[in-house]
């Protein structure tokens, strides 16, 4: 157990040495916050996803993917340093190689997840729509953990399955799609037949089951036409429950498998 110690120590300094971490996903995260925020303010809070109970889960489950790309660069530029391959000869098993990659990837996640809702919560204060309580901020973070499990190991399996060159073009490819498929600051929930294409896909539903958790509000009104409805647990969480579980096994299979091919590569 010592080697795995020493391997996680060695990757998490390497983590915190790689500018995306600051730039990327911690203050770009913020920054976006505090734009929606704005915008927000200047439409008399009549944006219903721009709010923080909307707004908040959202910018976690986009700023979770920017994680997945520091991941990629570290491994797949240890494959390219041959780094790994002397590793390799060591008795170390793939599944040490892949926890020594997650845990600290875990580290940064949390921290991220932290300073989103905390961030939010101070804006909030600027704000007349206000913030969910405390409660449901834990239950925001804990939320966010299965999508923050699911980033960090498409990270190391992207990272070991693709070049030093090919990994950051494919995990940009997965940024964008979750920024737009997520629904972080667009209306899916009012987009019909396109909600529902995005309710397979592994961003919405977590953005979805973020929403619950903190009482947000839906981007259409009730039958009255008076109130907007709040996203409540029904089928469609059952659904996205379902969907981020199978994604996350999906993603958690690709990467030991990637390193378990690669190694007998070697």
């Known amino acids: 157990m010592r080697r ?9 300094l390497e983590i915190l040495r790689d500018p995306v971490i600051y730039v990327f996903c911690i203050g770009f995260p913020v920054v976006m916050l505090l734009l929606f925020f704005v915008i927000h303010s200047f439409t008399a809070d009549n944006t219903p996803v721009f709010s923080m109970p909307s707004l908040v889960p959202g910018i976690i489950v986009f700023s979770l993917s920017f994680l997945m790309l ?11 340093s041959a780094f790994l391959t002397r590793l390799y000869i060591s008795p170390m098993k793939s599944w040490e190689f892949v926890l020594g990659y997650l845990v600290p990837a875990l580290l940064v996640g949390a921290l991220q997840i932290f300073v989103c809702l905390l961030f939010g919560a101070g804006l909030s204060l600027f704000g007349e729509d206000g913030y969910f309580t405390f409660a449901r901020a834990i ?23 693709f070049s030093e060159k ?11 799609a979750a ?18 294409v995005c309710q397979i896909l592994p961003f919405y539903p977590a953005v979805l089951l973020g929403r619950i958790t903190t009482g947000a ?10 109130a907007l409805l709040p996203y409540t647990f029904d089928k469609d969480a059952w659904f996205a429950i379902l969907a981020v579980a199978l994604w996350l096994f999906a993603a958690m299979a690709f990467a030991t498998l990637a390193f378990l091919r690669k190694r007998r590569a070697k």
Not at 166 to 176: D, N, Q
Request: hydrophobic share 55%; net charge negative; charged share 5%.
């Open 139 to 161: 239950l925001c973070g804990v939320q966010a953990l299965p999508t923050l499990f699911f980033f960090a190991f498409m990270g190391i399996g992207i990272g070991t399955a």
């Open 70 to 80: 520091t991941l990629a660069l570290l491994v797949s530029k240890d494959h390219a």
């Open 4 to 12: 795995v110690n020493a391997f996680i120590h060695r990757n998490f």
């Open 217 to 226: 509000l839906h981007s259409y009104p009730d039958q009255t036409g008076l």
């Open 179 to 196: 920024g737009v498929l997520s629904g972080a600051w667009m209306p899916l929930d009012a987009m019909g037949a396109f909600e529902t």
């Open 166 to 176: 090919a990994a950051p073009a494919i995990c940009s490819v997965l940024i964008s």
